[in-house]
């Protein structure tokens, strides 16, 4: 898989889309925990989406390989998860720390260093400097996964941090954002292991902001960078009308996990293209993931704020984003029903406006105090 880093952030791609069942398809600022806050809109309500951390039995830890990981690994994951909550704190942490612990070692107690770091040990790379206990504790999955974890409640406001960011915090990496490419698969990962749903949250503090049965498709504090409508040719093979809402994090949007807005069941998953057909029948579609970071499959139902996958540069893009597009050709809501089509603004047939589909539900796609149009 392409690593792309967010500098550009235009979303572009070619229209018609791939027909999916019945649908027919013919700079940045960044924003502070209390402004991301205010991405929920009036009505809303924000929780968290990580939940409290669960346990996980040991003796229940899978046999099968997970998302690429099996045996010593998995358990050493079910560790690392466990120490977290023991300390107290919730499944954000676990993904944290498991995907910490895949940047450094591939979820294995490693014996040994490297040139960076040649006195280096166990499952977070642990160096000899005192702060990490003994080389037995730094061998210690539990020990070493609590050390982990103590440091890290000592990062201020590593809740409202980008994972890979609160672990480079602890850790020290020569590249704050190393840990990035793992935090889909630690969070199927953890999700597997706890007996939930995979993926169900990962990201900047794990927010994710519902009202009734709709949910936000990242997580607060993110900008808008194209909108819904005609726009000038950007890139060969792009359309110029736009039938979709393009969203973006900054500094580094790649890898940013994406949400389910509705409930619904995936229909298609090809190319950059991810659909998800709700139970009032119309469609939401996410562009650009890299499909090894997508968490579902065709025919699987998902609910609503339920990750699906990551942010990523995949089709024609010009950098890490999604695409968030909205089909209503066999919608039976008659709410959805009353907004204007695409056609009727010189558009494709059967999308409408993503900001004018949120505010039906009481929400605000862009809230003034959360997000900056940027196009």
Excluded at 335 to 352: D, K
Aim: with cysteine.
């Amino acid at each position: 898989m392409a690593t792309h880093r967010g500098l550009g952030t235009a979303a572009i791609v070619a229209l018609p889309l791939i027909l999916v069942g019945s649908l027919v398809a013919g700079v940045l600022l960044f924003f502070g925990p209390a402004q991301q806050a205010g991405a929920c809109g009036s009505g809303s309500r924000s929780g968290s989406g990580s939940g409290s951390g669960r346990s996980v039995d040991l003796t229940q830890v899978p046999k099968d390989t997970v998302a690429g990981y099996s045996g010593d690994q998995l358990t050493n994951a079910a560790d690392i998860m466990n120490a977290a909550k023991a300390v107290g704190l919730d499944r954000a942490a676990q993904i944290i720390g498991v995907m910490t612990a895949m940047g450094e070692s591939s979820l294995r107690i490693v014996d040994h260093g490297d040139k960076a770091g040649p006195d280096s040990r166990g499952l977070f790379q642990q160096r000899d400097n005192g702060a990490w206990g003994s080389l037995s504790d730094r061998m210690d999955p539990t020990i070493s996964a609590t050390n982990f974890f103590t440091a890290l409640q000592r990062v201020t406001g590593w809740e409202n941090l980008a994972p890979t960011l609160a672990a480079h915090r602890v850790q020290g990496n020569a590249d704050p954002y190393h840990y990035e490419k793992f935090a889909a698969v630690a969070t199927a990962i953890v999700g597997t292991l706890a007996g939930t749903p995979a993926g169900t949250v990962a990201g900047s503090g794990s927010t994710v902001c519902q009202a009734g049965p709709l949910a936000y498709p990242l997580n607060p504090g993110y900008n808008m960078t194209d909108g819904f409508g005609p726009r000038p040719l950007r890139v060969v093979g792009a359309s110029t009308w736009h039938p979709a809402d393009d969203l973006q994090h900054y500094p580094n949007p790649c890898h940013d996990p994406v949400f389910a807005i509705t409930d619904g069941t995936v229909t298609y998953l090809a190319g950059y293209q991810l659909s998800i057909k709700s139970p009032d029948g119309y469609t939401v579609s996410y562009l650009h993931m890299y499909l090894d970071e997508v968490l579902v499959k065709v025919g699987q139902q998902v609910t609503a704020g339920e990750q699906v996958g990551a942010t990523g540069s995949n089709g024609p893009s010009t950098g890490c984003h999604l695409d968030l597009r909205i089909n209503v050709v066999g919608n039976t809501n008659p709410t959805v029903a009353a907004l204007p089509r695409s056609e009727t603004i010189g558009g494709p047939t059967g999308w409408v406006n993503p900001e004018q589909f949120f505010e039906t539900f009481g929400l605000v796609l862009c809230a003034p105090d959360s997000c900056r149009k940027e196009y």
